[in-house]
Nanobody
């Protein structure tokens, strides 16, 4: 079982990046996949989540600070989930992680790192001002 995040890098404020979370060893179709980030000196926070069990007609959940700028999409055929990040801000500088869980259905109360059992390594995103 493996999740591997990639696509991080250095980008100017207002720019865009697309992160990818490639999964293997399990059937991604049945799992919730979430993106988290951890900025220096801060706790890890949930960015967004997509789940086949979502009560919002399958629509992803996003934290308020990224709504309208970040988009999560999943390609089950490629076992990959993407995080498209537009209009990036310097406060978006962090290590971004993807995580998976079979039972999670992506509600606000479940967007905690303790609710996800499978984790990938992070990818660094740096947004310069």
């Amino acid at each position: 079982v493996q999740l591997q995040a990639s696509g991080g890098g250095l980008v100017q404020s207002g720019g865009s990046l697309r992160l990818a979370c490639a999964t293997s060893g399990f059937t991604m179709d049945n799992y919730a996949i979430a993106w988290f980030r951890q900025a220096p000196g801060k706790e890890r926070e949930g960015v967004g989540c997509t789940s086949p069990r979502s009560p919002r007609n399958g629509l992803p959940l996003y934290t308020d600070s990224v709504k309208g700028r970040f988009t999560i999409s999943r390609d089950n055929a490629k076992s990959t989930v993407y995080l498209q990040m537009n209009s990036l801000k310097p406060e978006g500088t962090a290590v971004y992680y993807c995580a998976a869980d079979y039972y999670n259905y992506c509600e606000d109360s479940l967007m905690s790192e303790t609710e996800f059992g499978l984790w990938g390594q992070g990818t660094q995103v740096t947004v310069s001002s």
